[in-house]
């Protein structure tokens, strides 16, 4: 039976409820066997993340480590990596050929496709799944993942804990903690 895994990428700068929801909801109405979490280095063709790598990292291994499933994948952060989707994807199929990767990516993604570093060649690399918005269209390109809309994002994050105001709706309880431990967006 071929392994089946989907690829969440992103700052997770904070990693939050509504990411691991996208992962929950991915691994049941897709079947896959795992979700690897791809945390993006400071690729030049958008906005460095706030918090160090280090610490986006130790954020996710506090709320990843308690499913099997769920496996971080650093290879964005070494020296020398592009942050190209096409790039780590390449990587991941030369490194298990026998597995069928998907893309996870949210509507505002999908929607500037286009604008993404060989995206027809991504599309041809793997499935890609969208977490789709209601009475969103896909062009029938990508699978959609259905999912209730969460109102949460990580510079909302950001903003609220460097106002000293309460995270803790947003972000599962260790992370939470680990940002106040930490002073991180202050």
């Known amino acids: 039976m071929?392994?089946?895994?989907?690829?969440?990428?992103?700052?997770?700068?904070p990693v939050h409820n509504a990411h691991l929801?996208?992962?929950?909801?991915?691994?049941?109405?897709?079947?896959?066997?795992?979700?690897?979490?791809i945390p993006t280095g400071a690729?030049?063709?958008?906005e460095p993340p706030v918090a160090p790598a280090n610490e986006r990292v130790a954020m996710?291994?506090?709320?990843?480590?308690?499913?099997?499933?769920?496996?971080?994948?650093?290879?964005?952060?070494?020296?020398?990596a592009t942050g190209f989707t096409i790039d780590t994807i390449g990587a991941l199929q030369r490194?298990?050929?026998q597995t069928r990767f998907t893309l996870l990516m949210g509507m505002d993604q999908y929607e500037k496709?286009?604008?993404?570093?060989?995206?027809?060649?991504?599309?041809k690399a793997c499935d890609i799944a969208v977490i789709a918005r209601p009475g969103s269209k896909l062009d029938g390109e990508a699978k959609t993942i259905p999912m209730t809309p969460m109102d949460i994002s990580a510079s909302?994050?950001?903003?609220?804990?460097?106002?000293?105001?309460?995270i803790s709706a947003m972000v599962p309880a260790p992370v939470a903690g680990y940002i106040r431990a930490h002073g991180l967006y202050r």
Do not use: M, Q
């Not at 071929?2 to 700068?13: A, K, M, S």
């Open 60 to 80: 996710l291994e506090l709320v990843l480590a308690a499913e099997p499933r769920f496996v971080i994948d650093e290879r964005e952060l070494a020296a020398g």
């Open 21 to 37: 929801a996208i992962a929950r909801s991915a691994l049941e109405k897709l079947g896959l066997d795992r979700i690897l979490w």
């Open 95 to 97: 490194e298990n050929p």
């Open 156 to 166: 909302g994050i950001r903003a609220r804990a460097a106002r000293g105001e309460d």
């Open 2 to 13: 071929t392994p089946r895994v989907g690829i969440l990428g992103g700052t997770f700068d």
């Open 113 to 123: 496709r286009a604008s993404w570093h060989r995206w027809a060649d991504l599309a």
């Open 43 to 46: 690729p030049g063709y958008r």
